[in-house]
């Protein structure tokens, strides 16, 4: 069985699970039928969309009033003869009221002894909403962080702009370099006891290219592989939504195949091959120009 996390989008999608949060601990509830406790969810029932069976779960299955709630991704979980796909929400609950009528007799707070119900599942999906909630927007008090993680990349590869110790950019430049991409665009980090990664986007500035957005992203080794580099992106699509940005472009170098193979996992299409764009340790290399199209909504 094989789980994993993709873009969040239209499609056949059969489950919602509800990682759910009140007062800084994590809920999981125990079905009549059951002696294990897992986290809440359900069916999507005909007619109802993700996002209201994950409200219809939530309240039904730990009775919560009121709540954010926040799409994570669609995970999926293939098995030999098939592959399933829900939708991954995280929840913090503001007020819970007593449980309804339901199939759910406890709710707890979660506990190390608990026994999952879904254990090669659901461990996995709490981990990437962990993930998730360590994604946050940049701000100016993260210079001296991101001119750390900068050098660190630098340094650990050759898949970026600049070559190790080639950096001559201050802290005071980087936290200029925050203020602008605060007001032209967007940067998330990844901010798990000091910044591993980020994704950034610069939006075109003149009338003809505002709809366009230019990406870069890079995370440390340590945490390649993750999923945070999916993550990263379901934030900026959101972003990208929000501020109606139709056209999302990039570059990578061709023999970058984790960075192709994200990319084309989130749904970038190659466009063409910048011949020689680069020159790496005396060897020119090429790069693909990889862009996506998003539906413009006219709210
Ligand atoms: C490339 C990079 C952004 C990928 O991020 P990541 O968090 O490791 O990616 P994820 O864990 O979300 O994996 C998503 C997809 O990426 C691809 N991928 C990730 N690591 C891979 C690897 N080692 N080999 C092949 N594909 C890989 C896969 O398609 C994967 O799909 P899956 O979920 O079906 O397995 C990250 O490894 C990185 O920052 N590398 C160094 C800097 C860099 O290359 N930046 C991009 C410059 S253009």
């Not at 366009?212 to 890079?218: A, E, L, P, S, T």
């Not at 993750?226 to 972003?239: A, C, M, P, S, V």
């Not at 989130?266 to 199209?293: P, R, T």
Request: charged share 25%; proline share 1%; hydrophobic share 35%.
């Amino acid at each position: 069985m094989k789980i994993n996390i993709h873009e969040t989008k239209e499609r056949s999608l059969k489950y919602v699970v509800i990682a759910a949060m009140y007062n800084n601990e994590w809920l999981m509830v125990k079905h009549k039928d059951r002696t294990t406790y897992e986290i809440p969810g359900g069916h999507i029932e005909v007619g109802e969309t993700a996002l209201q069976a994950a409200e219809r779960e939530l309240y039904e299955e730990t009775g919560a009033l009121s709540f954010e709630l926040l799409a994570v991704g669609d995970y999926s979980v293939e098995r030999y003869d098939s592959c399933n796909y829900g939708r991954l929400f995280y929840a913090k609950i503001d007020t819970i009221g007593s449980l309804p009528d339901s199939e759910i007799v406890d709710v707890k707070p979660m506990q190390a002894e608990f026994k999952w119900t879904y254990e090669k599942i659901q461990p996995i999906l709490l981990q990437y909403v962990k993930n998730f909630l360590s994604i946050r927007e940049v701000e100016l008090k993260d210079a001296r962080g991101l001119y750390e993680l900068f050098h660190q990349l630098d340094q650990e590869t050759k898949y970026m702009m600049y070559e190790a110790d080639e950096r001559q950019t201050t802290i005071e430049e980087v936290r200029h370099r925050i203020e602008m991409i605060r007001k032209n665009g967007i940067m998330y980090v990844i901010d798990d006891n000091g910044l591993g990664g980020f994704i950034m986007m610069n939006k075109g500035s003149c009338n003809r290219i505002k709809h366009v957005g230019y990406i870069v992203i890079g995370m440390k080794l340590s945490i390649a592989g993750q999923k945070y580099g999916t993550l990263l992106f379901n934030r900026l699509f959101e972003y990208s939504k929000l501020n109606h940005l139709h056209r999302l472009e990039l570059s990578v170098m061709t023999h970058n195949l984790a960075g192709v193979s994200l990319y084309k996992k989130m749904g970038f299409q190659i466009e063409g091959i910048k011949n020689d764009a680069m020159l790496i340790d005396g060897e020119y290399v090429d790069e693909y120009h990889m862009s996506k199209l998003l539906e413009v909504s006219n709210e």
